[in-house]
């Protein structure tokens, strides 16, 4: 294992909170995102799920009679957990070969006069073929949103945000993304009948929460005091190596949602909070964008390792670097190396859906063996500014050891 760096590294790169940021002042948290992104205004909820979930249920009253939610079969589990929690049916669709996207082919074998929905993924900040979601979804009549919960600030080479060319798209706040108010998300429609059609929906189905809301309020203070290289170890770190010397890497990435999503209204306290830091955000994005840009280069010399990038010239964000090692033996190799150290280096997803036990009940048991294959062959590299160069370079020296 590489030395136990004394700071531990975050696993992606969040925007650390200052104590100023959580005076109280005006609660412009998505007018204040909206305007950053150039995009029509944005619905605050309290998780990127339970915007997920709102969408979900505004598109099925709208259409009542297609039941069926394309996702890619490499997700977060907690999309899984909305589409059930909806009362609608899951269809997982394979990837590319090597790639996060959804396989076109497979894509369009999916898809019917049943289909709902095609939830595209811009996974770790990569802009994904949303392009081709549309066109099939055209093709059979239903809709497109796409999980954009890894991708606040990324752009298509039109430079429009992300969540933009989908009928509806989202964004995640939650802990560790590059904004964070702790839990929350942001909901994105272009056309403002839907967007009437979302708040509708959260003003019948979202409950205000006193508990809820003191809850988020003090993991937010946690966050704000721990989210630094002298609290993450506590935070982040222990847990992850207790986690890991159980034998339970579910676990240790924070896989094991709960099944059920609470849905209550964001506070006016945190939404102040996370307009203060939105203030920040921009210069931010823009730093981790020129880090990467001097890092990718030197990931990119290391024989056999394929680096996730955008297409051309759309512009992600860079939380962390994705990669793919030419096989399980030697990824795992590499993690028994790097994983309990403190350098940031993790697993995106440990399963694809269909191989989380717990998920079951809301994942139907499809062969996916190209997302199998990205699960087994892929980790992720912090991007975070707190990675100083050496770390960086014992991280890649790792990495081509294993190709020896
Ligand atoms: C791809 C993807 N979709 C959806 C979500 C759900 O977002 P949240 O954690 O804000 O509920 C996540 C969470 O990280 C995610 O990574």
Not at 317 to 339: H, I, N
């Amino acid at each position: 294992m590489l030395p136990r760096r004394s700071h531990e590294l975050p696993p992606t790169a969040g925007l650390p909170l200052r104590l100023s940021d959580l005076r109280p002042g005006a609660p412009t948290l998505a007018a204040d995102i909206a305007a950053q992104l150039g995009t029509p205004p944005l619905q605050l909820e309290c998780s990127g799920t339970a915007c997920l979930l709102m969408a979900l249920v505004t598109l099925s009253e709208l259409q009542p009679a297609r039941r069926r939610v394309v996702v890619p079969a490499f997700t977060c589990p907690l999309v899984a957990i909305a589409v059930q929690q909806a009362g609608l049916e899951l269809q997982l669709c394979d990837l590319k070969p090597g790639h996060y996207d959804m396989d076109p082919a497979a894509l369009r074998a999916a898809c019917d006069e049943r289909t709902l929905a095609i939830i595209p993924t811009h996974l770790a900040g990569r802009v994904a073929d949303v392009d081709d979601a549309v066109a099939v979804a055209r093709s059979v009549g239903a809709y497109v949103i796409e999980d954009a919960a890894q991708a606040l600030g990324a752009r298509r080479s039109d430079g429009t945000s992300v969540g933009l060319l989908g009928d509806i798209g989202f964004f995640s706040l939650a802990a560790g993304k590059g904004l964070s108010i702790y839990e929350g998300g942001l909901l994105l429609a272009r056309d403002p009948l839907l967007r009437e059609r979302l708040a509708r929906t959260a003003a019948r189905r979202v409950p205000r929460s006193l508990g809820w809301e003191w809850k988020r309020s003090l993991q937010l203070l946690g966050y704000a005091t721990l989210y630094r290289p002298g609290g993450l170890g506590l935070a982040y770190g222990n847990p992850l190596r207790r986690a890991l010397r159980r034998g339970d890497p579910v676990a240790a990435v924070g896989d094991d949602f709960p099944l059920t999503i609470p849905l209550h209204r964001v506070g006016r306290w945190r939404r102040s909070v996370g307009a203060h830091a939105a203030a920040r955000l921009p210069a931010f994005l823009d730093q981790l964008t020129a880090q990467a840009a001097r890092r990718l280069p030197r990931l990119r010399r290391i024989e056999g390792i394929q680096v996730m990038d955008d297409p051309s010239s759309a512009r992600g964000t860079w939380p962390f670097f994705l990669l793919l090692l030419p096989d399980r033996v030697r990824r795992d190799a590499a993690m028994a190396q790097l994983w309990s150290s403190g350098h940031g280096v993790s697993r995106l997803f440990i399963h694809a859906l269909p191989d989380y036990a717990y998920l079951a009940g809301a994942v139907p048991p499809q062969s996916v063996p190209r997302a199998r294959d990205f699960a087994a062959r892929s980790l992720s590299i912090s991007n975070s500014p707190w990675m100083g160069d050496a770390d960086f370079e014992a991280i890649c020296a790792v990495l081509e050891n294993m190709q020896a």
